[in-house]
């Protein structure tokens, strides 16, 4: 889970890694009550769950009261890399001399903690690390192993620093290095690590990306107001829609809607259709013997994705009963009408109910199977999964 630049700064400031004292505000006009508290210059950060704010336009400097309003009104009403802007942050503008890279993460590679360190902050990392991976200073931490404050040191000598910055960044680094630990994250990241004009050192940039395993043991963070969040920002629509209905679902940016029989073919059905050169549109999970309603629900869910070309569908039934299956989708059938080609196959468990269930509604109503394409043991799951791939490619 991902935290906003504001959420990261709190745990900063109780962490003792300098940052600035802002504002979160929702509208231009609380955003110029907000510079005139602080004091011009400010600036105004967007608050979305990405980084590249600065390069989309994201964070501007205001010197007064009509640039504020103009500049807020103008973020506000960006979309960034997917995320509508929809809260800013505003701060006293800083004037910057010099900015660094501080990060801690996981080297999952290696099992180990990693603190990362780079003379040129402000830029994306990932660059870096793929255009200049010399320019990149990587301290790696054995899992329990401790930070001292020679490491500190150690990392602001090699970023090329001495001096008072070297005295003010090498505690910066350990205590990076503790707040990782302590919250349990995945990511604890300054880009930048700022230099101002009077030698001071702050954070000017905070990204905090959390272990959603571990919140158990982080009440501090929903009694901050952080509630759960999708990995990669907020839940879109249809994952809430999905979560009220108990079933477990993510959007992904394919158009093959993926109905599985089970979380388990669900995670194969998806290398399935990447293997056969498709693109899923969702993960599904039905959730252990779903209801026939909870079938029709998830129908409905990829029937109404505008992305969706193509349904793709399996039941191996075991405890999952293949004439629920069938009860299900005749269900969503009726109730709802199917708009887009299916391809299902269904074997196993109850495979004879489900198939007389299937028989039986159509010879009542052969309009409603129109687009629906049957399959059962005879035929291999890799060809149905072709079969999906090449419906897709056909609608597009
Ligand atoms: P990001 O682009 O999403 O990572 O957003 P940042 O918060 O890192 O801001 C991007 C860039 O804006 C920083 O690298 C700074 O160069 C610049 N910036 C951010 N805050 C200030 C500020 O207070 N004053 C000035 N002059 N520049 C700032
Ligand atoms: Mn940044």
């Known amino acids: 889970m991902r935290l906003y630049e504001h959420e990261g700064k709190v745990f900063f400031g109780k962490h003792k890694i300098p940052v600035s004292q802002g504002k979160v505000v929702t509208t231009a006009d609380d955003a110029a009550k907000a510079a005139s508290e602080i004091g011009f210059p400010v600036v105004i950060k967007a608050q979305i769950l990405t980084g590249g704010r600065g390069k989309a336009g994201g964070v501007k400097i205001a010197k007064n009261e009509a640039e504020v309003k103009s500049l807020a009104a103008q973020i506000l009403a960006l979309t960034i890399k997917g995320y509508p802007v929809q809260k800013l942050l505003i701060e006293p503008a800083l004037e910057i001399e010099k900015e660094i890279y501080l990060g801690v993460t996981i080297d999952r590679a290696n099992y180990k903690l990693v603190l990362i360190g780079c003379a040129e902050g402000g830029v994306e990392i990932e660059e870096t690390a793929k255009n200049a991976p010399g320019k990149i200073v990587k301290m790696p931490f054995e899992i329990d192993e401790p930070i001292y404050s020679y490491h500190g040191i150690e990392m602001a000598k090699r970023l090329g620093l001495s001096g008072n910055d070297l005295k003010e960044v090498a505690p910066i680094a350990v205590r990076l290095f503790n707040l990782f630990k302590k919250l349990d994250a995945k990511v604890v990241e300054i880009n930048p690590l700022v230099r101002t004009k009077d030698g001071k050192w702050l954070a000017a940039d905070a990204r905090i990306a959390l272990d959603d395993d571990a919140l158990f043991r982080h009440p501090e963070v929903a009694e901050m ?3 759960v969040r999708h990995e990669e920002g907020e839940l879109t629509a249809r994952e809430k829609t999905a979560r009220e209905w108990g079933i477990p679902y993510v959007d992904l940016d394919g158009d093959i809607g993926m109905f599985p029989g089970g979380a388990g073919f669900g995670i ?11 693109k899923p549109a969702n993960f599904m999970d039905s959730g252990g013997g779903p209801s026939p309603e909870r079938i029709a629900k998830m129908l409905v869910l990829l029937d109404e994705n505008p992305n969706v070309k193509v349904i793709f569908g399996a039941r191996f039934g075991g405890i999952s009963r293949c004439d629920d299956f069938a009860k299900g989708v005749v269900q969503f059938l009726r109730e709802h009408g199917l708009s887009k080609p299916m391809v299902v196959r269904m074997t196993g468990n109850k495979w004879e ?36 791939v090449a419906l897709a490619k056909m609608a597009s």
Do not use: M
């Open 353 to 388: 109910e489900g198939v007389k269930i299937f028989g039986q509604a159509k010879s009542e109503s052969p309009d409603l199977f129109k687009k629906i394409e049957f399959h059962g043991i005879e035929t291999p799951i890799e060809d149905i999964s072709q079969r999906a």
């Open 268 to 278: 194969l059905g998806n290398d399935f259709i990447h293997y056969y050169g498709g």
């Open 225 to 227: 107001g952080i509630s």
